[in-house]
Structures are given as C-alpha cells and as structure tokens.
C-alpha cells in the first residue's frame, strides 16, 4: 500500500487548510485511514481516523475544527481543517491500517506534509 498526500502549508491563525491522501496497491486490504501529527520535539499523534465502515475518532483538541472523510470508491482521505491554531503546527502524515484502528505502529504511512498556522 502506498499513501500519497496533498496539501498542507501556511495558514493564518483562525484559518483553514485541507489534507488529502490517496492509497494505491492492494488497497482492499485497508481499514482504517486517517491522520498523525508530530509537532517538533513532540511524540506523534493521532489526529483523525476513520473505518471502512465510516465511524471516525478524533483527539479531543480538534473535536469541532477537524473533519475527517473519505471515499472508498477512491482510496482517498481528507481532512479538513478549521479555525486553526498555532498548536496545530506540525508535520501531518497519513496512516492506514489492516486493522480498525491507527496506532503509531500501524502499517502503512505517508511522506508527511508541513502544516504551519501563524500570522
């Protein structure tokens, strides 16, 4: 499985970016998809997964900003960013999983994208 995202870059605080990763090569094998983040000299964490079935979890602190989606027919997840804040600066990488669930040992990652939110 390969992961390719899109996206990503400077955003003022209180704006809006969008992620976007697609999976290629025996993608039937995917659950889960979603997004991590690893802000410098921070562990990475999750952000946003969702199944294949379409429930999706996200970290409390963008519960109500964030909007994770996706389109099986594609291979494809989004994540939509709102309101953002200077916190959410990081290098946002996408993940997918065999299983229904993410964890930083999941199989399947993406080559991360920078996302910086400052005025």
């Known amino acids: 499985v390969q992961l390719v995202e899109s996206g990503g870059g400077l955003a003022q605080p209180g704006g809006s970016l969008r992620l976007s990763c697609e999976a290629s090569?025996?993608?039937?094998?995917?659950?889960?998809m979603g997004w991590y983040r690893q802000a410098p000299g921070e562990q990475r964490e999750l952000v946003a997964a969702?199944?294949?079935?379409?429930?999706?979890t996200y970290a409390d602190s963008v519960k109500g900003r964030f909007t994770i989606s996706r389109d099986n027919t594609k291979n494809t997840v989004t994540l939509q960013m709102n309101n953002l804040k200077p916190e959410d600066t990081a290098v946002y990488y996408c993940?997918?999983?065999?299983?229904?669930?993410?964890?930083?040992?999941?199989?399947?990652w993406g080559q991360g994208t920078q996302v910086t939110v400052s005025s």
């Open positions: 969702t199944t294949k079935s379409g429930s999706a």
């Open positions: 993940a997918a999983d065999l299983e229904p669930w993410l964890t930083p040992r999941s199989a399947f």
């Open positions: 090569d025996s993608t039937f094998m995917i659950n889960a």
